[in-house]
């Protein structure tokens, strides 16, 4: 059953990670939403363009749409990057302050570093590989191919799925020791 308790805790934990990825999608929704909705500024930015053009109409437009091209991919830029940050913070938090994340808490799990007068430091680095191989480098890749490279876009996607088994299945086996509790040097236990 300890299986079935740390993957549970992993899925809790997740699921507030999805739940923080959810509201950010939202709010870029709206923030993207705002950008083309606003008829006035993009009226006077257009018609402003328009006029520095010279008469240049498809410049101009395509001025005006590339603008709001690379608006919006920073909003969504923003979004990864913040739901990396947060995703971060909450794991280096929960196991620097209570060496537990809310999952396991619930599940009656603890984190404990194998040197305890490294124990900060455990929290930042087992914070940082969870925080990789569950959303960094997933995020890596969907940036990327909102930039507009495909190719390496799917070659990172690969790494983040490599990653992420690379972390999760050593749980499965006898050891239970996951890529982050090696790298940090930590074990969980009840």
Known sequence: MPKLRRATAWLIDFALVAAVASALAVLTFHRVSALVADVPGLATRGGWDLL????DVVGASERLGLSLWDETVLYVEEAFGLLVLITFGYQWAC???TGRTAGKALLGLKVAPVLPDRARRAAALRAAVTTAADVAVYAVACVLL???EFVLSVLVWAVAVALFLLNAVPVLLPGRRSLADRLARTTVAP
Do not use: D, I
């Open 146 to 148: 909102v930039e507009g």
């Open 95 to 97: 196991l620097a302050l």
């Open 52 to 55: 520095a053009s010279r008469g």
